[in-house]
């Protein structure tokens, strides 16, 4: 059964910096697309960033692009999302997600149907 399970997540200033961890165990080799979701409070969970096994392709949301940076580690099974000048509007509870890299992912990426594990979560807070 495979479990990701993320860290790194706490309390930040505004203009902090964080990096948030998911490692991934019980996986069967396969090209599996890595990435986050996050939930603020009341509000829809919105895709964050993904990146492919290869760690060519990554995708980024409007809202995070050039603040976030994702990046993965094949070797440690684990993925990272390396967050600079963090805004309060940032806060949620961020998920780590994996999902097969099958044709449809390249069109379909922001979809949470699309993923098919998902972390329990972690709370990351931009507050002075």
């Known amino acids: 059964q495979v479990q990701l399970v993320e860290s790194g997540g706490g309390l930040v200033q505004p203009g902090g910096s964080l990096t948030l961890s998911c490692t991934a165990s019980g996986r069967t080799p396969s090209r599996y697309a890595t990435g986050w979701f996050r939930q603020a409070p009341g509000k829809e969970r919105e895709f964050v960033s993904v990146?492919?096994?290869?760690?060519?392709?990554?995708y980024y949301a409007d809202s995070v692009k050039g603040r976030f940076t994702i990046s993965r580690d094949n070797a440690k099974n684990t993925v990272y999302l390396q967050m600079n000048s963090l805004k309060p509007e940032d806060t949620a509870v961020y998920f780590c997600v994996d999902g097969r890299e099958t044709p449809d992912f390249y069109s379909y990426y922001r979809r949470e149907g699309t993923y098919e594990h998902w972390g329990q979560g972690t709370q990351v807070t931009v507050s002075s």
């Open positions: 990146v492919t096994w290869s760690g060519i392709t990554k």
